[in-house]
């Protein structure tokens, strides 16, 4: 089945810095990869989103780029501010798979003002 | 439109003891999953369901029963509460197909003594 590693697993960067967070896949037929933000006591919540036809994605600050070949994708945020500090979580799926989304382990982002 | 919504928040279980947790969602969405979620190993899948009356079972299915008679609830139930089971369970649910975004409930914290 699917795994998913993600790197780092803490992440500590000063306010205006970029922070970038890494995953890697196994199963070469996933296709759809999102990143979640979890803040404290709250459930994970979509930031953005990427398919396997297209190489980036960008929204305002945060960027993610996928590497189909090496079968790896990362999350960058750019000018980090105080309330970008959370866990994010990659994951992995294959469309039309019942919404069955493999997790990476997650990364504790601490941005410090 | 409450999205998705669980109950309850937070549990206590002694050690055999059996229980449900609830998922609801108004919004219309064919799927639906649980996840666990424990320190350092991210978020994983233990049931999900692409409609009603269909189910399957996820990364770590073992000690739990899930069955989907509506397309709004979705319960998750432990049979024989085991100390292992002590997590915090998130449900999630989507559209299906290749609308994949997944939205999450705010959990339920469980306890088993």
Redesign the interface.
Known sequence: ?EN?E?HP?TLSVQEGDSAVIKCTYSDSASN?F?W?KQEL??????II?IRSNVGEKKDQRIAVTLNKTAKHFSLHITETQPEDSAVY?CAA?I??Q?????????TELSVKP | NAGVTQTPKFQVLKTGQSMTLQCAQDMNHEYMSWYRQDPGMGLRLIHYSVGAGITDQGEVPNGYNVSRSTTEDFPLRLLSAAPSQTSVYFCASSYGGVRTEAFFGQGTRLTVV
């Not at chain 1, 006591?41 to 979509?46: C, D, H, V, Y």
């Not at chain 1, 019942?98 to 997650?106: V, W």
């Open positions: 089945g998913v993600q697993s759809y999102p979640y006591g709250k459930g994970p919540q979509l989103d979580f799926s469309n039309n019942g919404g069955k989304l493999i997790f990476g382990q997650g």
